[in-house]
């Protein structure tokens, strides 16, 4: 009804041709008080701001006056009236300041704050305040608290009646943090100016301004007035009413280069005096904030779209990455939300270059750190929701923020593919493009969301962003949770009854508040459902989904369809009706939907297909946040399926990408590549390795070589599985057979602490593992025997310092040994700035009471044991790397003692150890490849056996080496690639320098 009769009051306002604000004012109060007739109980109040100010770049201020005249629409009388001073939360004491000192908020704000507020500092001055009615003065003083400024009324100011307000107020303006301030000469004003506070159903939204959420405001109109120096240029909310804002003085000819156009508008540009001042006056109705950009750097460029204006105003040292794309990218987000959700309607946008980055949003203007598609669609997404239809971005911030992210992903891709992203836009490399696969953006968000949601810090969605516990649950709550769920509502309703849906909610609430419920009841009302078992888990519980198939039935009919009986069961405890495709014989496909989902941990479901069918799947399209797709899948047959409940997936194969992250969600993704490896008494060994993946939920990897003079063949299997909804969080498992030593071995891991806690325990393994070795002939690691060994290992953390500690037994006589063990480590590693450290310290203990500890049980005194070195096939005996017997001895792979120069000293493995590694370190990248120096020294008192087992060797013996080192790391056709030469320059036992240390240690790995 407001739109309706919009029109013809301001046909009737332009005839009387009288512009004052209070016939402006009485106008709208009458517009948005008739429609109320028809809107129920619906009210809001109405503000008409009219502020002169004056921009000092010496001192590095705005200020001026303010006249505001507020309405009540309200059915109560108000006894106060609140200003938001947003900007009086940079200042040490506030409670924005408090908050992020606390470790609350987003830690990169944080991190400006806690190293000192005088850059930021920013504060009011008022004075002059007076607020009247009519003749009468309500009040003419005031108390500031943080950000909020508060006053008491003399007399209330009844429903329907209107009162002024006057003040003349100043604001310092710190350089750039959060969302405004100024970048060198460049000055964002975003909630700059004293704001009326919301009143509404609840009452006064007077709250402060905390480290974490934005904003809530009153719609209204406004009429500013800005003064600059001459030479800056101004882009606003609103449409210019007076003056000259300067951008035909900068616009650029995009008939030209830029580059050739910008050298010659930089020589030709005009210079103005210090005293000469640009003064300019934009008028802007029916929004509820105002922003606005001022810089002599700005360039300009324009367009249009369906009578809207579309300015672009950047930097000039940006201009070549903005020009013509900016305009083009906005022209293209306004018709598209227009199109999806409800017309725009305000007579302009414009997007401007905030030159941090990021990006925020405000009522015909935003702020972008980049000329990037996607940012620039969220942030003109935002003018529809924040912007025409108003939330409470404090209270309900996924109303605006899971909005956008839903819509830029949806735009992006419905323009560039389910990818979602310009393949030509620079991001990627040739070779990338026509090499690699590229998942689904959505899927791709899907798994981010999986992983944080499964994690244990998940929270309800509907809470004020900053009552979340961290900022990892703030930004999913506020921006991608909602944004998929908004995903899984266009699914079920189905696009077209979904779209109708969005639309009704902008006819009913645009230039309105909103909130959860009236979103619902659009919703509700359009696709005729109740959708509370939908929203309620979603928005105020933390449930995960996950729907199954147990199994399934299928009979051959007299005409010959078929009849298919499901078992479909719900392992997650949200419910969701399912989409069910059955893949007939003939490539052919069924789809029905199964809907008996609600309160339903288990279902029979039988339906009929034309057809014989091949194989049955849940969501075949992989739209609904369900966590784990290897249970959706019937009928399909795959010979590397493990722990898998007997249930797998299709499998997607392809030769090795390096560096690729293809992760569908409904399928496996096997890579597969030849290998080549040596022994002496095998000669080349020539093989292939598998690799299959499932995201975070699975990886096995198989190796399959064989010798060329023997034609003996050798194996392994290894991988781990999560299993979500179970008491055991991952499986880890390996089996191997490289002839003459095979082994197998099975870990359990259970999560401790889901909460990435700073300190305390972490999470425990435990497992077992077996080896057998009949023939030594290939490998100098092992000696002869059976054993089995059960673990047990408890890692944790405190602060920066992680520790673990394990258990180690042979269990039941099963063993040709009997040992215990116990391993303590810690360890660090940590980088400032330029430069770092890392640290890691070791204590182990063998007891055994017969028959010694074999060789790879013991305390390796140079780096890791032999079950790591033998897992490498390079490390597997001096002879592995292709026949270079001097290459096992320089080699360092860290572990257990960690005495990297004393790798070529013959020495057995220790039945005791104490020692500590410690590395500084100066690192620094250049093209791509970054480069490390170090210096380390490595210390330990190691008891047992020196050179044969059992002949006592060391006896509480201090070996010590320390050198310099060379670290280089890049990736080729993203490939990692990591080289590691150490240079020790002495090594020592007990004091005395050593004969023939390794002078020169190489690696693939870190050395801690």
């Known amino acids: ?41 619906y009210w809001q109040q109405l503000v008409t701001y009219k502020m002169d100010v004056k921009l000092d770049t010496v001192a590095h201020t705005i200020g001026g006056h303010s006249t505001i005249i507020y309405l009540n629409n309200s059915p109560d009388t108000l006894q106060h009236f609140y200003l938001n001073l947003y900007a009086n939360a940079f200042q040490e004491g506030t409670v924005k300041h408090r908050e992020y000192l606390a470790g609350l908020g987003r830690a990169s704000r944080g991190a400006r704050f806690k190293k000192g507020m005088d850059p930021y500092f920013s504060k009011y001055d008022i004075s002059n305040f007076k607020i009247e009615e009519k003749d009468f003065t309500l009040t003419d003083t005031f108390r500031i608290d943080d950000t909020i400024l508060s006053a008491d009324l003399s007399k209330g100011l009844a429903p329907g009646a209107s009162m002024t307000i006057n003040l003349d107020w100043t604001q310092n303006v710190g350089e750039f943090s959060e969302r405004a301030g100024r970048v060198g000469k460049q000055y964002n004003f975003a909630q700059w100016y004293p704001r009326v506070v919301v009143y509404d159903e609840n009452g006064w939204f007077n709250e402060p301004f905390h480290a974490e959420g934005e904003f809530y405001g009153e719609f209204g109109t406004y009429n500013v007035t800005m003064d600059v120096p001459r030479g800056y240029v101004i882009g606003s909310t609103g449409t210019v009413t007076k003056g000259d804002p300067g951008w035909e003085e900068v616009r650029v000819d995009t008939s030209q280069k830029f580059s050739k156009w910008l050298k010659e508008f ?13 003064v300019v006056s934009f008028y802007a109705e029916d929004v509820h904030d105002f922003a606005w950009v001022t810089t002599p750097n700005f360039l300009y460029e324009s367009g249009q779209w369906n009578g809207v204006d579309v300015h672009a105003l950047f930097n000039q040292k940006n201009g070549k990455k903005w020009t013509k794309k900016a305009v083009a990218r906005t022209e293209r987000a306004i018709e598209w939300l227009s199109t999806k959700f409800g017309m725009y309607p305000y007579p ?3 997007n401007t270059d905030r030159l941090a980055g990021g990006g925020m949003e405000y009522p015909m203007l935003v702020m972008d750190g980049s000329e990037s598609e996607g940012l620039i669609l969220h942030e003109v997404g935002h003018i529809w929701f924040y912007g025409i239809i108003g939330n409470n971005e404090v209270r309900e911030a996924w109303l605006d923020e899971g909005f956008t992210s839903f819509q830029t992903r949806w735009y992006m891709m419905d323009r560039y593919g389910n990818h979602g992203f310009d393949m030509d836009g620079g991001r990627l490399k040739d070779w990338q493009k026509k090499y690699w696969k590229f998942g689904n953006s959505l899927g791709n968000t899907q798994w981010g969301m999986i992983n944080f949601m499964s994690s244990g810090q998940d929270e309800p969605i509907s809470r004020s962003t900053y009552m979340f516990k961290g900022t990892r649950a703030a930004g999913a709550n ?3 949770k909602p944004s998929l769920m908004l995903d899984e509502l266009k699914y079920i309703l189905g696009e077209e009854v979904f779209i109708k849906g969005m639309q009704e909610y902008y006819r009913r609430w645009n230039l309105k508040h909103t909130n959860e419920k009236r979103f619902i009841d659009a919703m509700e009302d359009v696709s005729g459902e109740d959708l509370d078992w939908f929203f309620r888990p979603w928005l105020h519980d933390t449930r995960l989904l996950d729907y199954g198939i147990n199994n399934w039935k299928k009979n051959q009919k007299a ?3 078929w009849d298919i009986t499901l ?24 789809r029905i939907w199964w809907k008996n989902h609600k309160f339903r941990v288990k279902d029979t479901f039988t339906y009929n297909v034309p057809s014989k069918p091949d194989y049955v799947t849940l969501d075949p399209e992989a739209q609904t946040m369900d966590i784990d797709y290897r249970n959706n899948f019937e009928g399909i047959n795959s010979p590397l399926y493990v722990f898998t409940d007997g249930h797998t997936m299709p499998n997607e194969t392809m030769f090795y990408r390096p560096g690729m992250r293809y992760s569908p969600r409904n399928r496996y993704v096997v890579q597969y590549h030849p290998t080549l490896h040596y022994l002496d008494k095998d000669g080349y060994m020539p093989g292939f390795s ?109 602060f920066k310092i992680k520790n673990e500690i394990s258990f180690d037994f042979t269990p039941f006589k099963a063993s040709d040994w009997s040992f215990s063990r116990i391993v303590l480590t810690n360890s660090f590693d940590e980088r400032f700035g330029l430069f770092g450290a890392r640290f890691r310290q070791i204590y182990g203990q063998i007891w055994s009471n017969q028959n010694e500890v074999p060789l790879q049980e013991r305390f390796n005194v140079e780096g890791a044991g032999s079950g790591d070195l033998y897992h490498k096939s390079y490390l597997r ?13 320089r080699y360092h792979m860290p572990g257990d003692a960690n005495l990297r120069a004393f790798g070529n000293q013959g020495l057995s493995g220790v039945e005791q150890v104490f020692a500590i590694t410690f590395e500084g370190f100066l690192t620094k990248s250049i093209a791509g490849i970054n480069f490390e120096l170090a210096g380390f020294i490595d210390q330990g008192t190691l008891t047992g056996s020196k050179f044969v087992v059992g002949d006592k060797g060391f006896n509480n013996s201090t070996l010590m080496d320390y050198g310099i080192g060379l670290r280089i790391s890049t990736s080729i056709f993203g490939q990692p690639l990591y080289l590691r030469i150490d240079k020790p320059f002495n090594a020592t036992i007990d004091g005395k320098s050593i004969e023939k240390m390794n002078d020169w240690v190489l690696s693939f790995q870190k050395s801690i």
């Open 1 to 41: 009804m407001t739109q309706k009769l919009l029109p013809a009051f301001l046909y009737f306002e332009k005839q009387i041709q009288y512009s004052g604000l209070i016939m402006k004012t009485i106008i709208l109060a009458f517009v948005l008080n008739f429609s109320g007739l028809f809107g129920g109980e």
């Open 266 to 278: 930089k020589s030709n540009r005009p210079k103005y005096d210090s005293d000469e001042r640009r």
């Open 348 to 350: 302009q946008v414009t």
């Open 478 to 480: 506020a921006y991608t």
């Open 559 to 561: 005409d010959d369809t």
């Open 567 to 590: 078992n479909i069961e719900r392992h997650g405890n949200r419910d969701m009706p399912q989409l069910i495709e059955t893949t007939l014989a003939d490539g052919s496909k069924h």
């Open 690 to 798: 598998f690799k299959r993946s499932y995201s975070m939920l699975e990886y096995v990897e198989s190796d399959l070589n064989v010798g060329l003079e023997t034609k003996e063949t050798f194996y392994k299997l290894a991988g781990w599985t999560k299993r979500p909804h179970k008491s055991i969080d991952q499986i880890n498992y390996h089996i191997f057979d490289f002839r003459g030593v095979r082994g197998s071995g099975l870990t359990f891991t259970k999560e401790i602490d889901r909460n990435n806690s700073v300190n305390g325990l972490k999470r425990m393994n435990f497992g077992f593992y077996e080896n057998q070795v009949k023939d030594t002939s290939r490998t100098h690691l092992y000696d002869k025997g059976r054993m089995i060994v059960a673990s047990t290992k408890i890692h944790s953390s405190f």
């Open 877 to 889: 005996d001096n002879t592995s790397f292709y026949g270079n017997k001097e290459f096992f001895g």
